[in-house]
T-cell receptor, first 111, second 112 residues
Framework: NAGVTQTPKFRVLKTGQSMTLLCAQDMNHEYMYWYRQDPGMGLRLIHYSVGEGTTAKGEVPDGYNVSRLKKQNFLLGLESAAPSQTSVYFC??????????FGPGTRLLVL | GDSVTQMEGPVTLSEEAFLTINCTYTATGYPSLFWYVQYPGEGLQLLLKATKADDKGSNKGFEATYRKETTSFHLEKGSVQVSDSAVYFCALRKAAGNKLTFGGGTRVLVKP
C-alpha cells in the first residue's frame, strides 16, 4: 500500500515549456486535489476532483489544467510554464469528507 | 472568504521546552479544524483535528482545543523533542466540498 505517490520528484523547465505532473493513489479515494506550496503562503488549492471524470477549479487555477480519466490518477498540466509557477506541488486524496492524505511533493523550477 | 492566520516562525526552542503555536480563523458556519505537520523533505501528515466547538484534538503529545468564542485552535506540546522539528500548518475545512484552507505554516526548530 503506497498511499499517494507523485511523479516526478523534481523538474526544471524553461519558460514556455509544457509538462504533466502525475498523482496516483491506491486507497480507492473518490476525492483528489492539487495544491501548490509557496514560502509563507501555506498550501493553496489549484484544482480538485470529486470523482472519476470530474474536475473543478480551486483558489489558484490559472495556468493549469487537470484530468481525472481514472479514479486512481489525477494529472496536473502546465501548457506554457512561467517563472511564477516555480513551486512545490502536492497532491492529496480523501474518501468523501474525510482526512486528506498527501503525497511527497514535486519540486518544480521554471527558468 | 475563509482564512487561517498562524504565527510566523521560525520558532526556536530547546529540547523539553513548552511549545505553543497560535492559530486563528475566519469562516462562516462551523468548520472543522486541523493541524498538519510537514517534516523535512516530506509531504503533509495529519497531526490532529477537531470537528466542533470545545473539542480537543490530541496526538503524539500535541493538543489543540477548538475555541469558537475566540475563533482559535492553538497547538501546544508540553515537552518538545528534536524530532518535533518541522513545519506546522493550521487548516480549516467547510462541510461542503471537503476543501482545506491553510495558514502560512510555522517552522519549529528544536535544539538539543
Amino acid at each position: 500500500n503506497a498511499g499517494v505517490t507523485q511523479t516526478p520528484k523534481f523538474r526544471v523547465l524553461k519558460t514556455g515549456q509544457s509538462m504533466t505532473l502525475l498523482c496516483a493513489q491506491d486507497m480507492n479515494h473518490e476525492y483528489m486535489y492539487w495544491y501548490r506550496q509557496d514560502p509563507g503562503m501555506g498550501l493553496r488549492l489549484i484544482h480538485y476532483s470529486v470523482g472519476e471524470g470530474t474536475t473543478a477549479k480551486g483558489e489558484v487555477p490559472d495556468g493549469y489544467n487537470v484530468s481525472r480519466l481514472k479514479k486512481q490518477n489525477f494529472l496536473l498540466g502546465l501548457e506554457s510554464a512561467a517563472p511564477s509557477q516555480t513551486s512545490v506541488y502536492f497532491c492529496a486524496s480523501a474518501s468523501g469528507g474525510e482526512t486528506q492524505y498527501f503525497g511527497p511533493g514535486t519540486r518544480l523550477l521554471v527558468l | 472568504g475563509d482564512s487561517v492566520t498562524q504565527m510566523e516562525g521560525p520558532v526556536t526552542l530547546s529540547e523539553e521546552a513548552f511549545l505553543t503555536i497560535n492559530c486563528t480563523y475566519t469562516a462562516t458556519g462551523y468548520p472543522s479544524l486541523f493541524w498538519y505537520v510537514q517534516y523535512p523533505g516530506e509531504g503533509l501528515q495529519l497531526l490532529l483535528k477537531a470537528t466542533k466547538a470545545d473539542d480537543k484534538g490530541s496526538n503524539k503529545g500535541f493538543e489543540a482545543t477548538y475555541r469558537k468564542e475566540t475563533t482559535s485552535f492553538h497547538l501546544e506540546k508540553g515537552s518538545v523533542q528534536v524530532s518535533d522539528s518541522a513545519v506546522y500548518f493550521c487548516a480549516l475545512r467547510k462541510a461542503a466540498g471537503n476543501k482545506l484552507t491553510f495558514g502560512g505554516g510555522t517552522r519549529v526548530l528544536v535544539k538539543p
